[in-house]
């Protein structure tokens, strides 16, 4: 059963996913969020060696979608569309995990 | 905000996960309690946060910051709602996209799924209830402080590494707070207050009831 204002919700959620590309291409020159750098960014940045970063930085590769991307879409068109791609899959994962969530709560 | 893993020593994530685990708890028996009306609105708010998430915002300077979307959550439904949508949202996205740690997991729900929230909230709530402003009024500036205080508290956490033990975010408090508290005063803070009343504006509208009931509640104890 969903109510008017939760339809009216998803239509907004279809649309920000359609959208999603504006939030790449309006920072495209531009670095990550202040303390988002990866190691050798930072390292370089302060001039020297950050030996437990290192060590903790991979503490996980097993992204499928790193950066909301598929990995080598490079330029601004495949770029868009590995982000349009990302945002469909983590709504869908995101919802899935939500009703386990709700499922394990209410039994 | 979403604190990368590397950035905090063992120690201080941790201490987090040590932090967040009764609150985890607590959330979850909070979201027993989730009537079933309200199941699919707090799955498209949850949906919704994943995705304000990916609209990077220039900041003056050079990097990014994004809006969060839990005090509209807080708002509409409660702050516990939060909490339980951004601890799902934050796991995905380390765990799918690579954004923040998952070392750090703890840490970036405490900050985005427990302080924005709840600060968000007892701000809009306080601004509503206690001064009588508008309740869209009230959500906006409750939403503009909730982050700015969840990105300077995720600037404390970095900034307090190299005290606690070096190798880790080299940024000293004197750099990273100011560093987050700026990006999310500027460009994360005005955003969130817009959209928050925007969506706040609407719903009044379109289901005044959702606020009439909880007021109601509210009263009842």
Redesign the interface.
């Known amino acids: ?6 339809k ?3 239509v ?2 279809a649309a ?2 359609i959208l ?1 590309p ?3 291409l ?2 495209w020159n ?7 750098w ?2 050798s960014t ?1 390292e370089h940045m ?1 001039g ?1 060696k ?19 991307n598929v990995p080598g879409w490079e330029d601004k068109l495949h770029a868009s569309i590995g ?1 349009i791609i ?2 469909v ?3 869908a ?3 899935a ?3 386990i ?2 499922r394990l ?2 039994s | ?7 905090l ?1 063992p120690y201080t994530f941790g201490f987090f996960y040590a932090v967040m685990i009764p609150i985890w708890y607590r959330a ?1 028996k909070w ?2 309690k ?1 009537r ?2 309200q ?10 946060a ?3 998430m ?6 003056p300077g ?5 809006i969060v979307g839990g005090t509209i959550i807080a708002v509409l439904i409660d702050p516990w709602a939060a909490t ?2 951004l601890t ?2 934050l ?9 923040g ?3 750090a997991y703890a840490a970036n729900v405490f900050n985005m799924g427990v302080v924005l929230p709840f600060v968000g909230y007892y701000t809009y709530r306080f601004l509503n209830r206690k001064l009588g402003l508008s309740e869209v009024l009230s959500s906006g500036i409750g939403a503009y402080v909730g982050i700015v205080t969840a990105a300077t508290v ?2 404390i956490e ?1 900034g307090i590494q190299p005290y606690i ?7 000293k408090l004197s750099v ?1 707070v100011p ?2 508290a700026i ?1 999310h005063l500027v460009t994360a803070g005005p955003a969130a207050a817009v959209v928050t009343a925007a969506v706040v504006w ?2 009044k509208k ?2 005044p009831d ?1 606020f009439e009931m909880r007021t109601i509640m509210k009263s009842r104890g």
Request: with cysteine; aromatic share 12%.
């Open positions: 059963m969903m109510d008017r204002l939760t009216t919700l998803l907004v959620v920000l996913i999603s504006i939030g790449i309006l920072v531009y670095s990550d969020a202040w303390g988002e990866d190691v930072v302060v020297q950050l030996p437990g970063m290192e060590k903790l930085a991979n503490a996980w590769n097993h992204a499928v979608l790193p950066d909301y982000y990302s945002a899959v983590g709504v994962v995101v919802l995990v939500y009703y969530l709700v709560a209410a | 905000m979403h604190i990368p893993d590397g950035y020593g979850f979201l027993k989730l079933p009306q199941v699919p609105l707090l799955g498209v708010l949850t949906a919704f994943f995705l304000v990916m609209y990077n915002m220039p900041v050079g990097t990014t910051a994004h339980v949508a799902i949202v796991l995905i996205q380390a765990l799918f996209f690579g954004d740690g998952i070392t995720a600037g970095l033990q070096p190798g880790y975010c080299p940024y990273s560093a987050m990006a609407y719903v379109s289901r959702l």
